[in-house]
């Protein structure tokens, strides 16, 4: 299932990257299902989204492209098999001069590859 999450963005495109990096990294909730559908959802797994890291960012007028890195945690029953750590994710989106925003389509259906 593909869900649409909008990220009001005032003076886009001709905005520094840094600027809409720290957008982006404060929305970083919207990422939530899109990263953890990789997984089946399974509830298993967690997702940190205050360590997000941008890796590459590019835009445009139309839209533009994000590489991330955020951090996952696994939980199992016995604590030897509990692991964390970064994983790499990545996702376009557009602009839509409208309402001012950056949209991501994101494909949250489980066993996504999230590529």
């Not at 309402?99 to 389509?105: A, K, L, N, P, T």
């Amino acid at each position: 299932m593909v869900n649409s999450y909008s990220i009001k963005v005032v003076g886009y495109p001709d905005i520094g990257r840094e600027y809409l990096e720290n957008i982006i990294k404060s929305n970083a909730s919207i990422f939530e299902e899109y990263c953890l559908s990789q997984y089946g959802h399974d509830r298993r797994y967690s997702y940190f989204g205050e360590s997000l890291e941008i890796d590459e960012l590019n835009f445009d007028a139309d839209g533009g492209y994000v590489q991330f890195r955020v951090d996952i945690a696994y939980y199992d029953g016995c604590k030897d098999r509990n692991s964390s750590g970064a994983e790499g994710y990545g996702a376009e989106f557009s602009y839509d001069e409208i309402s001012e925003s950056i949209v991501f389509d994101l494909d949250e259906t489980s066993w996504n590859s999230g590529e």
